[in-house]
């Protein structure tokens, strides 16, 4: 059975940090391209960061550029979003997708960021 299982997620204050994880099972991760989705109340699902199945390529969308850093673990199935100096504007929640050519997407159950003072 596929499963991403997303955690990490919670309430933080303006300025600070969170680390996402998403754990993969029942398939082979490691031969996936990972990324990190976001949806916010009103708005529709957006691109947060991608990595490559085996990490050597990143992509970030603008608004989170030089605060957020993707990770990948491929010997823990996991795939991780560290993100800094958040903003009150980074509130969604956030979802892990696994995706391999132009057919197969995964995604996980996601997980609440909160960013308030």
């Known amino acids: 059975q596929v499963q991403l299982v997303e955690s990490g997620g919670g309430l933080v204050q303006p300025g600070g940090s969170l680390r996402l994880s998403c754990a993969a099972s029942?398939?082979?991760?490691?031969?996936?391209?990972m990324s990190w989705y976001r949806q916010a109340p009103g708005k529709e699902r957006e691109l947060v960061a991608g990595?490559?199945?085996?990490?050597?390529?990143?992509n970030y969308a603008d608004s989170v550029k030089g605060r957020f850093t993707i990770s990948r673990d491929n010997a823990k199935n996991t795939v991780y979003l560290q993100m800094n100096s958040l903003k009150p504007g980074d509130m969604a929640v956030y979802y892990c997708?696994?995706?391999?050519?132009?057919?197969?997407?995964?995604w996980g159950q996601g997980t609440q960021v909160t960013v308030s003072s």
């Open positions: 990595i490559t199945s085996a990490g050597g390529l990143k």
């Open positions: 029942g398939f082979t991760s490691s031969s996936y391209a």
């Open positions: 997708n696994a995706g391999k050519g132009p057919w197969i997407s995964y």
